[in-house]
């Protein structure tokens, strides 16, 4: 007999397990099931980074003449693994006609929107009694080698500024005096100080905890095979741990999203865009504040008494294959940009799959309006700082109580 419950998500990383989370606090009935453990996907050894203030998108004027440049270099903090895949030219002939510079504004903002909403709902969460996560919102630093990339950053502080942000350009020597462990040869850099971070790992399993202490029903190791379907409603799900049914199904799935809705027909532009991160002991000489490296593309993070680098990203299909390259391209920037840090043993080297839509929104949405089914991934580069709104968005689509945001922008249907 198969196990049925109102709710029914795919996926136990941070999407799955917000959305479980807000399902549960209304009192709905919900199943999660994970293949793996909760947390085990791309979840895991992010940056941690919740930062509404640095929201431009990956599709931007001038990228693609960059992503050639840096298409040459293995040491680049972007490569396209070349593979003959209708879906990657279609994703990216869709990321090209997102290039325009009134796209990439308006991806921006909305960006920005779901980030804030977010950021807001974790301070919330942060609250929680004996749910630890390491939230601290001191704000983020972005370090430049060039003075093009700095004055790069400073037109974002523009757009920025517009939408009611703040941040501050440095020099040099201002720059130094907040992050002394930074080279002296940097051209300056900028403060966000609204921006926080967390321990990813730490508040997805947290989270997923209160949810089961809510009522939430958590399947590990339970993969689920085949999803047969009714028009675009879910009648039976096949795990290899039994049969479940529901009168919705949210797809939760991250990079692994495309398959399990073949069969309708629908076109979900997900790529898989793998990145690195290397945990150390943090060093003594390196603060609260994360700091971007900037050209480098590598974030550094405190996150309690560790120290983590991650950044580069790669499309290069479901391939979860380490790039040692890769990850000591990583190393050397941090080395370029904090020469005098002691980097101890690594505690973890660690990759990951963002799961990537060419317009860098997510997919938030029942495809077709059609009951039954909601799809909650692609959220790229920001699946930490807008896990917590989508789980409550999806909610709210369940329980039929309007949205806090308008939804349209995220459609699954703009891809049609
Ligand atoms: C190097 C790096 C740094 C990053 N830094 C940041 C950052 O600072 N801030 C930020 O906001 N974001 C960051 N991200 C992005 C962020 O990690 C992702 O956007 C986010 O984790 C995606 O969450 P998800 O729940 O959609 O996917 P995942 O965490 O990948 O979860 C999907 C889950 O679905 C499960 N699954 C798949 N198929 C099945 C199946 N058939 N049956 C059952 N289970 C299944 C998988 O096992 C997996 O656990 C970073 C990513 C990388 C790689």
Same mark, same amino acid.
């Given at each position: 007999m198969a196990e049925h419950s109102d709710v029914l998500i795919v996926g136990g990383g941070v999407i799955g397990v917000c959305t479980a989370y807000s399902l549960a606090e209304r009192g709905i009935g919900v199943r999660l099931l994970e293949r793996? *453990?909760?947390?085990?996907?791309?979840?895991?050894?992010?940056?941690?980074w919740l930062f509404?203030?640095?929201?431009?998108?990956?599709?931007?004027?001038g990228v693609i003449r960059q992503a050639f440049d840096w298409l #040459?270099?293995?040491?680049? =903090?972007f490569y396209i693994k070349p593979r003959p895949s209708l879906e990657l030219v279609h994703w990216l002939w869709r990321f090209w006609t997102a290039c325009d510079r009134a796209t990439m504004l308006e991806s921006y903002r909305l960006r920005r929107e779901l980030s804030l909403a977010s950021l807001e709902r974790y301070a919330k969460l942060a609250a929680? =009694?004996?749910? $630890? /996560?390491? /939230?601290? *919102?001191?704000g983020l630093f972005l370090a430049f080698h060039t003075r093009a990339g700095l004055a790069a950053a400073v037109e974002e502080l523009a757009i920025l500024a517009e939408l009611g942000g703040r941040g501050q350009k440095l020099g040099p020597e201002e720059l130094r005096d907040r992050?002394?462990?930074?080279?002296?040869?940097l051209a300056g850099g900028i403060h966000l100080p609204d921006d926080a971070h967390i321990t990813p790992g730490d508040f997805v399993r947290g989270l997923a905890e209160e949810a089961r202490r809510r009522g939430a029903a958590l399947h590990t190791?339970? $993969?689920?095979?085949e999803i047969e379907w009714r028009r675009a409603h879910p009648t039976r799900v096949t795990t290899s741990r039994g049969e479940f049914t529901c009168e919705d199904l949210v797809l939760a #799935?991250?990079?692994?999203?495309t398959r399990l809705v073949r069969p309708l027909r629908l076109r979900l532009p997900v790529q898989p865009a793998k990145g690195y991160s290397i945990t150390v002991p943090r060093p003594e000489? /390196?603060?609260?504040i994360p700091v971007m490296l900037g050209e480098a593309k590598v974030g550094v993070t405190p996150m309690g008494s560790n120290l983590r680098m991650a950044g580069t990203l790669e499309l290069a299909g479901l391939d979860l294959s380490v790039s040692m390259q890769r990850v000591r391209a990583i190393e050397r920037a941090t080395r370029t940009y904090l020469p005098d840090l002691s980097l101890g043993e690594q505690v973890e080297i660690w990759r990951g799959l963002r799961p990537l839509t060419p317009d860098d929104l997510p997919i938030i949405g029942r495809p077709g309006g059609t009951r039954g089914l909601i799809i909650a991934t692609?959220?790229?580069?920001?699946g930490m700082a807008q896990g917590p709104i989508t789980g409550e968005l999806v909610a709210q689509l369940v329980s039929d $109580?309007? #949205?806090?945001?308008?939804?349209r922008p995220f459609s699954p249907d703009r891809f049609a």
């Open positions: 793996d *453990q909760i947390c085990s996907g791309c979840s895991h050894g992010n940056a941690g509404p203030s640095h929201s431009m998108p990956l599709p931007a004027p #040459t270099d293995p040491k680049s =903090p929680l =009694p004996g749910l $630890e /996560f390491g /939230f601290a *919102q001191r992050v002394p462990a930074l080279s002296p040869k190791e339970t $993969e689920v095979l #799935t991250g990079a692994w999203s000489a /390196f603060g609260e692609g959220h790229g580069m920001k $109580e309007p #949205t806090s945001l308008d939804l």
